[in-house]
């Protein structure tokens, strides 16, 4: 749908998505494939390599260049999700800490008990819990690092709403054509060589580095070639894991505002919302 609109609007997206920001992990994250990116000219892919340190705010520092550049070239920006806390971080303007990396505490944070690590953090900072992705790892751990340094994480999170006016456009599918979408995708990511993907990059000694940011599917899937596990169970498990993350997805969605709603099932899905976005909004 992002497509069609750009081809229409000449416009151009910018993907807000925390996985595919990462060179060399394309088939597990649904990178858009060249023939797409030939489309419409796509932003905010590929911006480091797999394994490399890379934060929540150098991904808005560089989501303000994309767009400053978009509008410079007189085109449409479209922003593409991805990761709701990205979004929601660029459009109401978070103002992140700037407390550098501590190598020596990420060392030693690494060989904790993810439990232990996220009791730590309610016990400094109550309220990080509501922002912080707490099954990934890496993402517990930086709140920890920001509070070590006697700052309350969840303080960070001061707002300062962007001026210019936003159309946000949303799509809901009934949970068994959303099951049945997943599980077909996740059978078609093996297919297409999500198992060689995964293989490559630990054979660049990146699965420690793939377990702990526990990315959709690749956990699993580096645990399946330990344990020599088959691709349909593999896609089997891939596709438990995304739809659990679809369920904190809609949880997201709902608590979102001013969304304008659309069915995703719906054959006139692109006309609808096109008719809509002519249609002027009182903000």
């Known amino acids: 749908m992002a497509l069609q609109l750009a081809r229409r609007s000449g416009g151009e997206l910018l993907c807000f998505d925390s996985t595919t920001v990462y060179r060399g992990l394309d088939i597990g994250t649904a990178k858009p494939r060249a023939e797409e990116q030939a489309q419409a000219p796509h932003h905010l892919l590929d911006l ?44 109401q303007g978070f103002q992140l800490s700037e407390v550098a990396p501590d190598p020596e505490f990420r060392q030693w944070a690494d060989q904790q008990p993810l439990d232990q690590l996220i009791q730590e953090l309610r016990n400094r900072d109550p309220q990080a ?94 645990e399946g070639l330990e344990l020599a596990t088959d691709d349909s169970e593999l896609a089997e498990r891939v596709s438990e894991s995304t739809w659990r993350l679809v369920k904190k997805q809609r949880t997201w969605g709902r608590s979102e505002a001013g969304v304008e709603w659309f069915d995703a099932q719906d054959p006139a899905l692109v006309e609808r919302v096109w008719e809509q976005l002519q249609t002027p909004t009182d903000k």
């Open 48 to 91: 480091v390599e797999a394994g490399a340190e890379f934060t929540l705010a150098d991904f808005l520092q560089r989501a303000e260049t994309a767009l400053l550049e978009v509008r410079a070239r007189g085109r449409q920006p479209i922003l593409v999700g991805g990761t709701y806390l990205y979004l929601r971080a660029f459009l």
């Open 129 to 222: 819990l509501n922002i912080v992705d707490l099954a990934n790892g890496r993402r517990v751990i930086r709140a920890l690092e920001v509070c070590r340094r006697g700052k309350l994480f969840s303080e960070h999170y001061r707002r300062q709403p962007r001026p210019e006016p936003v159309r946000k456009i949303g799509l809901q599918a009934a949970p068994d054509w959303l099951k049945s979408r997943i599980s077909e995708r996740s059978r078609a990511m093996f297919l297409n060589g999500f198992r060689k993907e995964v293989k490559r990059l630990c054979e660049k000694g990146l699965q420690r580095w793939l377990l702990s940011m526990r990315f959709i599917g690749y956990p699993e899937v580096v």
